[in-house]
C-alpha cells in the first residue's frame, strides 16, 4: 500500500532534550515536506527536499534541521526543542515538485514541556 | 508573496443544506490550486484540484470548486452536506516558486 509514514506518532518531552522524527515513504517520491498545523495558521512548511541530498528551508525552519541520505526517508529533528514547536507535525511527499498532489503522513502531535 | 485567505473559520450547517467554503488567493501568474480535507484525528487527504483547462473541478464525495481567475478564487461546494462532512478543509496553492501555501482552514460542523 502506498504510504507515508511518521514516527512516533505522540511525544512528550523537555525543554533541550534532542529528538527526531522520522519520516519514510513507499512510492519513490522525489519531493518530500514537513510542515507544522497550529490553530488559526494553517498549515507552514519547515524544510522540503527536491532529492537525495537536497534540502532546503520552507517558512518556519528556525530551530530544526533534516536531513536526506536515501530517498525514502526525510527525518526531522529538533536539537534542543522549546515549548514553542509544541505543535502537530505532518511529513509530505510527492513525485516531483511542480504541479504533482502530495500525499500527507498521519502526523506527530509533539508537547515540549 | 504568495498568501491564501480562507475567510470563513467555522461553518456550522445542518444535514443536506448546501456549502460553499471560500478561498482567495493572491498571486499574478499560473497557478496550481487544491482542497485539502482532515477528518477527525486523520491526516490531509485530497479532495480535489486544478491545474489547467476546465475551471469547474470535481473531486470525491460530491465535492466541487470552481476557479475564477479574475476573481482569485477558488470556491469549494457541496450541494448537499452530510454529517460524515465534518471536518477542516484548506485551500492551497502553488504558484512560481513551487511552494505550497495553506490556508488557515475552515472547520465544518454538520449537524444531524
Known amino acids: 500500500e502506498a504510504q507515508v509514514t511518521q514516527n512516533p506518532r505522540y511525544l512528550i518531552t523537555v525543554t533541550g532534550k534532542k529528538l527526531t522524527v522520522t519520516c519514510s515513504q513507499n512510492?519513490?517520491?522525489?519531493?518530500m515536506s514537513w510542515y507544522r498545523q497550529d490553530p488559526g495558521l494553517g498549515l507552514r512548511q519547515i524544510y522540503y527536499?527536491?532529492?537525495?541530498?537536497?534540502?532546503d528551508k520552507g517558512d518556519v525552519p528556525e530551530g530544526y534541521k533534516v536531513s536526506r541520505k536515501e530517498k525514502r526517508n526525510f527525518p526531522l529533528i529538533l536539537e534542543s526543542p522549546s515549548p514553542n514547536q509544541t505543535s502537530l507535525y505532518f511529513c509530505?511527499?510527492?513525485?516531483?515538485?511542480?504541479?504533482?498532489?502530495?500525499?500527507f503522513g498521519p502526523g506527530t502531535r509533539l508537547l515540549v514541556l | 508573496a504568495q498568501s491564501v485567505s480562507q475567510h470563513n473559520h467555522h461553518v456550522i450547517l445542518s444535514e443536506a443544506a448546501s456549502l460553499e467554503l471560500g478561498c482567495n488567493y493572491s498571486y499574478g501568474g499560473t497557478v496550481n490550486l487544491f482542497w485539502y480535507v482532515q477528518y477527525p484525528g486523520q491526516h490531509l487527504q485530497l479532495l480535489l484540484k486544478y491545474f489547467s483547462g476546465d475551471p469547474l473541478v470535481k473531486g470525491i464525495k460530491g465535492f466541487e470548486a470552481e476557479f475564477i481567475k479574475s476573481k482569485f478564487s477558488f470556491n469549494l461546494r457541496k450541494p448537499s452536506v452530510q454529517w460524515s462532512d465534518t471536518a477542516e478543509y484548506f485551500c492551497?496553492?502553488?504558484?512560481?516558486?513551487?511552494?505550497?501555501?495553506f490556508g488557515t482552514g475552515t472547520l465544518l460542523a454538520v449537524q444531524p
Open positions: 527536499s527536491m532529492n537525495v541530498e537536497v534540502t
Open positions: 512510492m519513490n517520491h522525489e519531493y
Open positions: 492551497a496553492v502553488r504558484g512560481a516558486t513551487n511552494k505550497l501555501i
Open positions: 509530505a511527499s510527492s513525485l516531483s515538485l511542480a504541479g504533482e498532489t502530495q500525499y
